[in-house]
């Protein structure tokens, strides 16, 4: 069984939020976790923290952006972050984290962050991974150097 504390935490907030989440869209939502959050900060080009209650980290879906930490920070990553809080900054978002088929949410987390899509509300064409791909500061895959 999974010990990690934010396991246990996204389980009550999994339960407590995704039916009052279902509303925000036209169709039936793929299965997975799905609540309207707010921005608390963005940590570098393709992760930031949302608020829902507790604050948890969220790594972006396809949204692979230059680290900002580390041997390997770039000029390019602060570049993201500093997008990435422009275009987000204090908005309200709908965030969806996706699970595998049966509801199986274990494979979500990667870093004690969690893996999702973030939507900022009254802009429902594309998600916040797509934005940061069409402007060039991050890559839809991974590139390995």
Do not use: H, Q
Not at 72 to 81: F, I, M, P, R, V
Not at 98 to 124: F, V
């Amino acid at each position: 069984m999974n010990k990690n504390p934010l396991f246990f935490i996204f389980i009550f907030f999994l339960g407590f939020f995704v039916c009052s989440a279902v509303d925000a869209y036209v169709d039936k939502p793929p299965l997975g976790w799905t609540t309207r959050a707010e921005i608390d900060r963005v940590k570098d080009g393709d992760t930031l923290v949302v608020r829902i209650s507790k604050t948890i980290d969220i790594r972006l879906l396809d949204c692979w952006a230059e680290e900002i930490r580390g041997r390997k920070k770039t000029k390019k990553g602060l570049e993201a972050k500093r997008y990435l809080n422009d275009l987000v900054g204090d908005k309200k978002v709908t965030l969806y984290i996706p699970a595998e088929e049966g509801g199986n949410i274990s494979k979500i987390w990667t870093l004690s962050r969690a893996k999702g899509r973030i939507w900022i509300d009254g802009e429902r064409e594309k998600d916040v991974s797509e934005l940061m791909v069409e402007a060039g500061f991050a890559t839809k895959e991974k590139i390995r150097k």
